[in-house]
């Protein structure tokens, strides 16, 4: 084994095509094909079954594989670690990070950090969803920042924000007067039996914001009408605005987007309904000090 026979049969995994990992290498397909063909005989099996252009690993294939990505995470960690025992103040981050989350959190946390640590490179890989699952697949991620949602058991997890998940309508919609008030609810309270005529504009069902609204309509015994889909929140609300229908966005974003006239905002659910915003890592996983303390200024600027 070495690094880089590792990291070709961990590219040839990732695109199950020889052209498109050698495209992400750097090398010739050719040049690929024969590293592989090298690796095989070195491992007197085949490392992955081909069908046309597709590139499935074998069972050899798969255990070389798992060892492969332990391989490199320990070397990464070693890395880091040495860089540390050094102090230097150089390094470098990889960072999973929601889309639409990122104009509205990123400047803030971005602000401290880098007056912090001038020498530090951080590389956002805006994602727009399922960040949990590469955060598990790419070892070159330190950290995914995503949603809760099931828990992980090789990943550890740290809470940066508990935020309501709002109903939003125009303010000048004929529904808008209809909220009350309830003493434990920051927001006027809307009844959601009243708007099941109403239209919806909705994220999709593996978005955390589609999956609670959808969890909502189940418990209400509501079936909505659903005008549009969309993973852009922002999009969402615009729509909205415009009456294509209503929508549920974290407050989050309803607080950094601009309006002229701002929205009607209501909570919904018995007691509100919420989302927990974590940082995740691998657990095991060496985190340079910059990396925790990037941690703590996300935890205190959001």
């Known amino acids: 084994m070495n690094f880089q026979e590792l990291n070709y049969a961990l590219s040839i995994a990732r695109y199950q095509n020889l052209t498109k990992a050698a495209e992400e290498l750097y090398i010739s397909q050719p040049t690929l094909s024969k590293c592989l063909q090298k690796l095989e005989r070195e491992m007197g099996g085949k490392l992955f079954s081909r069908s046309g252009n597709t590139y499935v690993p074998t069972y050899l294939g798969r255990r070389y594989l798992e060892y492969a990505r332990k391989v490199l995470a320990l070397n990464q960690d070693w890395e880091r670690e040495l860089k540390d025992m050094n102090a230097c103040m150089d390094g470098e981050l990889n960072i999973a990070f929601p889309l639409m989350r990122s104009s509205c959190m990123v400047p803030s946390i971005m602000k401290v950090f880098h007056k912090k640590y001038p020498g530090v490179r951080v590389n956002f890989m805006e994602e ?8 598990l697949l790419n070892d ?4 995914g920042i995503f949603n809760e949602t099931r828990p992980h058991p090789k990943l550890s997890y740290e809470t940066l924000l508990r935020e309501e998940i709002l109903l939003v309508m125009p ?16 927001h006027l309270w809307m009844d959601l039996r009243l708007l099941e005529k109403e239209e919806f504009i909705l994220h999709f069902p593996d978005q955390t914001t589609g999956q609670l609204a959808l969890e909502l309509f189940e418990t209400w015994g509501i079936k909505p009408q659903v005008s549009v889909r969309t993973r852009n929140t922002e999009t969402s609300v615009r729509l909205c605005m415009e009456g294509m229908g209503l929508c549920f966005v974290p407050e989050t974003y309803i607080k950094n987007m601009h309006f002229d006239t701002p929205p009607a905002c209501f909570s919904v659910g018995e007691k509100g309904v919420f ?11 060496y985190l340079p000090s910059y990396a925790q303390d990037f941690i703590k200024i996300a935890q205190e600027q959001l």
Do not use: C, N, V
């Open 128 to 135: 727009a969803h399922a960040i949990q699952e590469k955060l």
């Open 171 to 186: 303010p000048d919609h004929p529904m808008a007067g209809r909220g009350m008030k309830r003493s434990e609810m920051k």
């Open 140 to 143: 070159e991620l330190d950290f």
């Open 275 to 285: 989302s927990t915003l974590t940082i995740a890592s691998r657990k095991g996983a």
